[in-house]
């Protein structure tokens, strides 16, 4: 007990207590903390709107449209849609899997005919030339140049059946009537070659 009545434990407490304290006990969060987390609140709910906007964009995307029958498909960008294509068209008509094979440019069959050329559609493709170029007057070095350029090609040639060879042969046969330049002659020799063909 001091002098003036009060106890030591009140003057203790007087004593310890920090100068301009309200005696209030706060959290302890500074408004730095705070300003931080509100800043992460608002990214990600700014990255979910942004993935629900591109998710919205992929699943508006037109699908591939199917043609009626008797119309040929627009020119395939993968080679699932080329499969699907050939396997539609075959089983319409011969003459409209011509001209959907006709359609194709060369240079897109490394990427089109990738997981095809291994089944039945490599001897189907050398019957079309035959009997749509060839047999017709026409050339189809560039066709076959860029079937070399197919992956596992060699392998597809090395497997093809007796029958198919022959068809082969006769193909680069009656190609050697259509060639007319050196040049031309030159490259059908080398492509014989390419496709194990002996003129």
Not at 14 to 27: A, M, Q, V
Not at 50 to 56: G, L, V
Not at 79 to 94: C, H, I, P, V, Y
Request: proline share 6%; net charge neutral; with cysteine.
């Amino acid at each position: 007990m001091t002098s003036d009545g009060r106890t030591f434990l009140d003057t203790a407490t007087s004593t310890c207590k920090p100068e301009g304290s309200s005696g209030i006990l706060t959290s302890g969060k500074s408004d730095g903390a705070r300003d931080i987390s509100t800043s992460s609140v608002e990214t990600d709910s700014e990255t979910h709107s942004q993935f629900k906007a591109a998710s919205s964009s992929l699943a508006a995307a037109p699908p591939r449209m199917v043609p009626p029958p008797g119309q040929l498909p627009r020119v395939p960008e993968t080679s699932l849609q080329f499969q699907a294509d050939w396997k539609t068209m075959k089983k319409q008509n011969g003459a409209l899997l011509s001209q959907y094979f006709k359609s194709l440019p060369p240079s897109k069959y490394p990427l089109l005919l990738q997981q095809s050329l291994e089944t039945s559609t490599f001897p189907e493709i050398v019957s079309i030339l035959h009997s749509d170029f060839v047999k017709c007057g026409k050339s189809c070095l560039e066709e076959l140049r860029w079937l070399t350029k197919v992956k596992r090609f060699s392998v597809s040639v090395m497997f093809l059946s007796r029958q198919e060879k022959a068809s082969l042969l006769q193909l680069f046969k009656d190609l050697q009537a259509v060639v007319l330049t050196d040049s031309e002659q030159a490259e059908l020799n080398e492509l014989a070659h390419q496709f194990c063909v002996k003129l």
